[in-house]
């Protein structure tokens, strides 16, 4: 599963290492992605990159991945987070047995928990790469 961050790096400031990155989670494993992380990037893009929403658009309706809802209720106290904003994004990654959780977010670096495990894409791309 990829946080709303790394997405938008991925579509609106690609590079070698991202692409290789994505080229082999839609090859080797399936691609997760929730409603929650989807509203967000929109509205990251509404409100930063206006005129990138066709690119955003585009590269959402090409990419084959799993779209999973996030639900507006969710049971409170599963994990410790500091931006509680955050919160929907590991609740939606542990509620559908996500196995990685992909993030840029340093608010997710010291939460633990068995699954999903958390990784930077560094630290994802050292790793399976």
């Known amino acids: 599963m990829l946080d709303t961050n790394v997405l938008i790096s991925m579509i609106l400031f690609p590079g070698k290492r991202f692409t290789q990155m994505l080229e082999y989670i839609t090859?080797?494993?399936t691609l997760v992605l929730s409603s929650f992380v989807i509203e967000e990037l929109m509205?990251?893009?509404d409100r930063k990159f206006p005129a990138k929403r066709d690119v955003i658009d585009r590269f959402l309706s090409e990419l084959g991945y799993e779209l999973v809802y996030?639900?507006?209720k969710m049971k409170a106290g599963l994990f410790d987070i500091r931006d509680i904003n955050d919160y929907p994004v590991l609740y939606t990654a542990i509620v559908d047995d996500v196995d990685i959780l992909i993030?840029?977010?340093k608010d997710f670096t010291d939460i633990e928990?068995?699954?999903p495990e958390i990784l930077?894409?560094?630290d994802f791309m050292a790793?399976?790469?």
């Open 113 to 115: 928990i068995e699954k």
């Open 103 to 105: 993030t840029g977010d």
């Open 70 to 72: 996030t639900p507006h």
């Open 27 to 29: 090859q080797n494993h």
């Open 120 to 122: 930077t894409p560094s």
């Open 127 to 129: 790793k399976y790469l």
């Open 43 to 45: 509205a990251v893009a």
